[in-house]
């Protein structure tokens, strides 16, 4: 699969200009990543806190991918409720630090309004 992306063209091949295979082959195979990074987190470091880590870090690449990762996880039964909810919680606070960050480096004067709620946000997402 990833020999084959670099081979894709990197423009909309439809008239809306909304369909570039380059990208669609490209989070697909972040999302196979996430999938196999997610695995050997639970693998080595047990399911409660490889879930977790796996949502935090994943949260950093690709909130959506997580999300995506706890729907399909959801039906097996192997899987508790709560540490899928943990999951997306800990892939919220991930994307939420990394929008401060994207903000601190390129608008300071949206970054000090902006402080406070999405500190809020973070910090209730993780005591949930």
């Not at 997306?88 to 480096?105: E, G, K, N, V």
Request: include cysteine; charged fraction near 10%.
């Amino acid at each position: 699969f990833i020999g084959i992306l670099p081979l894709l063209p990197n423009h909309p091949i439809d008239p809306w200009g909304l369909a570039n295979p380059k990208k669609m082959a490209f989070f697909v195979a972040v999302l196979m990543a996430f999938q196999f990074f997610a695995y050997l987190l639970e693998k080595t470091l047990g399911h409660r806190w490889g879930s977790a880590l796996s949502g935090f870090f994943g949260g950093w690449v690709s909130s959506t991918a997580v999300f995506l990762h706890c729907a399909r996880s959801s039906h097996s039964h192997h899987r508790s409720q709560e540490a899928l909810v943990a999951t997306c919680l800990l892939a919220i606070t991930a994307m939420s630090l990394q929008f401060l960050i994207i903000l601190a480096m390129f608008s300071g004067r949206l970054f000090y309004p902006m402080l406070l709620p999405v500190s809020v946000f973070s910090a209730a997402s993780v005591l949930l």
